[in-house]
T-cell receptor, first 114, second 116 residues
Framework: AQSVTQLGSHVSVSEGALVLLRCNYSSSVPPYLFWYVQYPNQGLQLLLKYTSAATLVKGINGFEAEFKKSETSFHLTKPSAHMSDAAEYFCAVSDPGGSYIPTFGRGTSLIVHP | GAVVSQHPSWVICKSGTSVKIECRSLDFQATTMFWYRQFPKQSLMLMATSNEGSKATYEQGVEKDKFLINHASLTLSTLTVTSAHPEDSSFYIC????????????FGSGTRLTVV
C-alpha cells in the first residue's frame, strides 16, 4: 500500500520568498513520485516527476523537488515565489511495478502575498 | 503532448435527472481512463477505472448504478450521474495515462456539477 502525507494544508509566503511544500510518502517498493498543480476549477497539471533517475528533479515554472529515500520525502521548492504560483499543489505516489495509478495527498494551498 | 478534453466544464441540474460528462483524448489513444471526484478543499478520490471495450472497475464504496461509465472507443469515456441528488454535487475530473516516457497522467479540466 502507498500513501502520501502533505504537511500543512496552507502555506503562505511573500512574493519573492522561498516556497517549500512538504511531502512524505510511504511505499513498500521504490516509488514513482509526482507533484501536480491545480488552479481553481481546473484539472491537474504535472509539475514534475521522479521515476528513479536523478534524485533532484526540475520541473516547470521554476519548481524542483528532491527525492530523499532516507527521509521518505519529496519536498517541492521554488527559490522565488510569484503571484501566479498561488494554487493548490498535490503530491502523488505510484507503484511502478503495479498499476501506476497515483495516490494523491490531501493537497497544500499556496498563498502568495504581494 | 497528451491532451484530455473534458466537457462540460460546469453543469447545473435538477434532482432526479441524469447528467453525462465526456472525456476525450485528443491526440492519443487511451485504453484506460480514470474518473475522480474532488470535494472542496480536498484531494482527488478515485471513483473508477474505465476500460475500453469492457466493464469499468469501481472503487469500494462507489455505486455502480449511480455512476455509469462507458468507454466505447479509444478516445472517449463518459461518466453519467444517474438520478442525481444534491449530495452528488462535486467536481469530477477524468485522467488518462500519458505517453510511456512520462509515467505521468494527463487530466481533464474538470466538471463542476451542482444538483439543485
Amino acid at each position: 500500500a502507498q500513501s502520501v502525507t502533505q504537511l500543512g494544508s496552507h502555506v503562505s509566503v511573500s512574493e519573492g520568498a522561498l516556497v517549500l511544500l512538504r511531502c512524505n510518502y510511504s511505499s513498500s517498493v521504490p516509488p514513482y513520485l509526482f507533484w501536480y498543480v491545480q488552479y481553481p476549477n481546473q484539472g491537474l497539471q504535472l509539475l514534475l516527476k521522479y521515476t528513479s533517475a536523478a534524485t533532484l528533479v526540475k520541473g516547470i515554472n521554476g519548481f524542483e523537488a528532491e527525492f530523499k529515500k532516507s527521509e521518505t520525502s519529496f519536498h517541492l521548492t521554488k527559490p522565488s515565489a510569484h503571484m501566479s504560483d498561488a494554487a493548490e499543489y498535490f503530491c502523488a505516489v505510484s507503484d511502478p511495478g503495479g498499476s501506476y495509478i497515483p495516490t494523491f495527498g490531501r493537497g497544500t494551498s499556496l498563498i502568495v502575498h504581494p | 503532448g497528451a491532451v484530455v478534453s473534458q466537457h462540460p466544464s460546469w453543469v447545473i441540474c435538477k434532482s432526479g435527472t441524469s447528467v453525462k460528462i465526456e472525456c476525450r483524448s485528443l491526440d492519443f489513444q487511451a485504453t484506460t481512463m480514470f474518473w475522480y471526484r474532488q470535494f472542496p478543499k480536498q484531494s482527488l478520490m478515485l471513483m473508477a477505472t474505465s476500460n475500453e471495450g469492457s466493464k469499468a472497475t469501481y472503487e469500494q464504496g462507489v455505486e455502480k448504478d449511480k455512476f455509469l461509465i462507458n468507454h466505447a472507443s479509444l478516445t472517449l469515456s463518459t461518466l453519467t450521474v444517474t438520478s442525481a441528488h444534491p449530495e452528488d454535487s462535486s467536481f469530477y475530473i477524468c485522467s488518462a495515462p500519458g505517453d510511456s516516457n512520462t509515467y505521468g497522467y494527463t487530466f481533464g479540466s474538470g466538471t463542476r456539477l451542482t444538483v439543485v
